[in-house]
Nanobody, 111 residues
Framework: VQLVESGGGLVQPGGSLRLSCAASGFTFRNYVMNWYRQAPGKEREWVAFITSGGGGTSYADSVKGRFTISRDNDNDTVYLQMNSLKPEDTGVYYC?????WGQGTQVTVSS
């Protein structure tokens, strides 16, 4: 099983990034998917969730209205579109297909 995140980087406050998580080694379309993040010195926190078919989503209050989770079951990939980024969004972002985790991608929001 592999979950490989990409798309992180350095962005100015107010900017946007799109994270991707490519899955392999399991039947992706059967799994709910989540994004988590971990800021320096803090515990890992849940960010967003999407159902296996993509018809249902849920978000942490801190990102609601700014982030959008989506998935492509034909290409075994889940995405996180992040808009209006704030410095407090800085951290390592992980995708998760319970019980599997990716290795994470760094997002830094700074001027």
């Amino acid at each position: 099983v592999q979950l490989v995140e990409s798309g992180g980087g350095l962005v100015q406050p107010g900017g946007s990034l799109r994270l991707s998580c490519a899955a392999s080694g399991f039947t992706f379309r059967n799994y709910v998917m989540n994004w988590y993040r971990q800021a320096p010195g803090k515990e890992r926190e849940w960010v967003a969730f999407i159902t296996s078919g993509g018809g249902g989503t849920s978000y942490a209050d801190s990102v609601k209205g700014r982030f959008t989770i989506s998935r492509d079951n034909d290409n075994d990939t889940v995405y996180l579109q992040m808009n209006s980024l704030k410095p407090e969004d800085t951290g390592v972002y992980y995708c998760r297909a319970p019980p599997y985790w990716g290795q994470g991608t760094q997002v830094t929001v700074s001027s």
